[in-house]
């Protein structure tokens, strides 16, 4: 009986906190180009020499650096989606077309061993930069990386209280173990060997067992090695161009003449449907440019899909309507560092591909309305043909934009974001 209590209590709680948390503007999850802290705009072939330092940092850390580089998608995780992040996984989305973050040409780790054995060169320990610099010459690189690292590792056993199903305090005792690591950075420039960059990061990782549990605690290089994930995707970051997560918090519209196609749009978004979205919040801002808010929905738009020039512009107008609007200014700042990041890309010869509205795709043009009452059913077509396949049947008096109109078929935008076609005698 208590344990029912018990769960009851805490659905209560729950629902409490979610009747107390106030409603806000539609949010959206996507990735975008996070611009780099040091950009490299004359390195196109870059190499890392194995770091220095503790022997389970070292090798571990250099071949981390090494795939990060590699990586195509560098930062576009998965998302947990749901409460608290217990509903389904989510794959990691982003609307930026034509974008790899493998910007640099990586020298293989065997062709560096190579020459460092065949020049006599110590393949462990410290390396300096004119050493490391005569490397990169011989292997034909614009920059080349060096570092050390190390960790260290320290084991807790505190104790803690907890309250059993049966409303009883229990003492537990604790394991908990944390490793931290730590490692620094320098980029060389092959020519000069001077310092183009250097960084530094510390990273504690940690597991926390208790009672029974504590067999199961971490070991030290599981824990070192997520301390090591972590400093290595800095440490890449800090110089390349990857992917970050962003939050949209959408403004609200509003204004009656186009509440409905803000809706529509929100609706466009929530499917991840950016490309019917897009069109919609300029139509909108175009409805009313005196909107801070129409010119901030469709600066987040243009953000998006990484059209960094007009998201600036869009932000301009914004913050110049409402000065005092932090999230505005912030939103400004943030878009300028990608707008230089765009033209970093395109100096090294990495652009992305520009985002180009469809002029078939206005959304506030010609509608139409399914023939019948809602309890009918019309049949929407895969082609322009009767015997074509049926892709769904939707209810009478339903409205649609027509995207485009061939003969007696009007090629229409479903609300799940598929398209297909309607007959002139099923509409009205």
């Given at each position: 009986?208590?344990?029912?209590?018990?769960?009851?209590?805490?659905?209560?709680?729950?629902?409490?906190?979610?009747?107390?948390?106030p409603?806000?503007?539609?949010?959206?999850?996507?990735?975008?180009?996070?611009?780099?802290?040091?950009?490299?705009?004359?390195?196109?072939?870059?190499?890392?020499?194995?770091f220095?330092?503790?022997?389970?940092?070292?090798?571990?850390?250099?071949?981390?650096?090494?795939?990060?580089?590699?990586?195509?998608?560098?930062?576009?995780?998965?998302?947990?989606?749901g409460?608290?992040?217990?509903?389904?996984?989510?794959?990691?989305?982003?609307?930026?077309?034509?974008y790899?973050?493998?910007?640099?040409?990586?020298?293989?780790?065997?062709?560096?061993?190579?020459?460092?054995?065949?020049?006599?060169?110590?393949l462990?320990?410290?390396i300096?930069?004119?050493?490391?610099?005569?490397?990169?010459?011989?292997?034909g690189?614009?920059?080349i990386?060096?570092?050390?690292?190390?960790?260290?590792?320290?084991?807790?056993?505190p104790?803690?209280?907890?309250?059993?199903?049966?409303?009883k305090?229990?003492?537990?005792?604790?394991?908990?173990?944390?490793?931290?690591?730590?490692?620094?950075?320098k980029?060389?420039?092959?020519?000069t060997?001077?310092?183009?960059?250097?960084?530094?990061?510390?990273?504690?990782?940690?597991d926390?067992?208790?009672?029974?549990?504590r067999?199961?605690?971490?070991?030290?290089?599981?824990?070192?090695?997520?301390?090591?994930?972590?400093?290595?995707?800095?440490?890449?970051?800090?110089?390349?161009?990857?992917?970050?997560?962003?939050?949209?918090?959408l403004?609200?519209?509003k204004?009656?003449?186009?509440r409905?196609?803000?809706?529509?749009a929100?609706?466009?978004?929530e499917?991840?449907?950016?490309?019917?979205?897009?069109?919609?919040f300029?139509?909108?801002y175009?409805?009313?440019?005196?909107?801070?808010?129409?010119?901030?929905?469709l600066?987040?738009?243009?953000e998006m899909?990484?059209?960094y020039n007009?998201?600036?512009?869009?932000?301009?107008?914004?913050s110049?309507?409402?000065?005092?609007?932090?999230?505005?200014?912030?939103?400004?700042?943030?878009?300028?560092?990608?707008a230089a990041?765009?033209?970093?890309?395109?100096?090294?010869?990495r652009?992305?591909?520009?985002y180009?509205?469809?002029?078939?795709?206005?959304?506030?043009?010609?509608?139409?309305?399914a023939?019948?009452?809602?309890?009918?059913?019309?049949?929407v077509?895969?082609?322009?043909?009767?015997?074509?396949?049926?892709?769904?049947?939707?209810?009478?008096?339903?409205?649609?934009?027509?995207?485009?109109?061939?003969?007696?078929?009007f090629?229409?935008?479903?609300?799940?974001?598929?398209?297909?076609?309607?007959?002139?005698?099923?509409?009205?």
């Open positions: 009986m208590k344990t029912k209590t018990n769960f009851r209590l805490i659905i209560t709680a729950l629902l409490i906190w979610a009747m107390s948390v409603l806000q503007a539609q949010r959206v999850d996507c990735y975008v180009i996070k611009a780099p802290v040091k950009k490299l705009d004359q390195v196109k072939k870059i190499g890392v020499l194995n220095s330092g503790h022997w389970k940092v070292a090798n571990t850390l250099t071949d981390l650096i090494i795939a990060d580089l590699l990586n195509e998608q560098r930062g576009i995780e998965d998302l947990k989606s409460f608290m992040g217990m509903g389904k996984t989510i794959t990691g989305t982003t609307y930026v077309k034509g790899k973050t493998d910007v640099f040409t990586v020298v293989e780790r065997s062709q560096i061993d190579q020459v460092l054995k065949e020049q006599r060169f110590s462990s320990g410290a300096d930069e004119n050493t490391a610099a005569e490397v990169g010459k011989l292997l690189l614009n920059a990386i060096i570092g050390d690292g190390n960790y260290d590792r320290n084991d807790e056993y104790k803690t209280t907890t309250i059993g199903l049966d409303g305090t229990k003492e537990l005792h604790c394991h908990q173990r944390t490793v931290t690591a730590q490692a620094t950075i980029i060389i420039d092959v020519q060997a001077v310092i183009l960059g250097t960084e530094t990061a510390r990273v504690p990782v940690s926390k067992k208790c009672g029974d549990e067999s199961s605690i971490a070991s030290e290089d599981v824990l070192l090695n997520a301390a090591l994930q972590s400093i290595a995707r800095r440490f890449v970051d800090y110089f390349t161009p990857g992917y970050e997560l962003m939050r949209f918090e403004e609200k519209i204004l009656k003449d186009v409905k196609q803000a809706d529509e929100s609706g466009y978004i499917n991840g449907n950016i490309d019917r979205a897009l069109p919609l300029q139509a909108i175009q409805a009313d440019s005196y909107n801070p808010k129409a010119a901030y929905n600066a987040a738009a243009f899909v990484g059209s007009e998201a600036v512009q869009y932000y301009s107008i914004a110049n309507l409402e000065p005092n609007n932090t999230t505005y200014s912030a939103a400004l700042t943030r878009a300028k560092a990608g990041t765009i033209a970093f890309l395109e100096q090294i010869g652009p992305i591909q520009a180009e509205m469809n002029a078939t795709s206005n959304l506030m043009a010609k509608k139409i309305k023939k019948g009452k809602s309890s009918d059913r019309v049949q077509y895969e082609l322009p043909a009767k015997n074509a396949q049926i892709i769904g049947r939707v209810p009478g008096g339903l409205e649609f934009h027509v995207v485009e109109q061939k003969g007696e078929w090629r229409i935008q479903l609300p799940d974001g598929k398209e297909g076609f309607l007959h002139k005698s099923d509409i009205n």
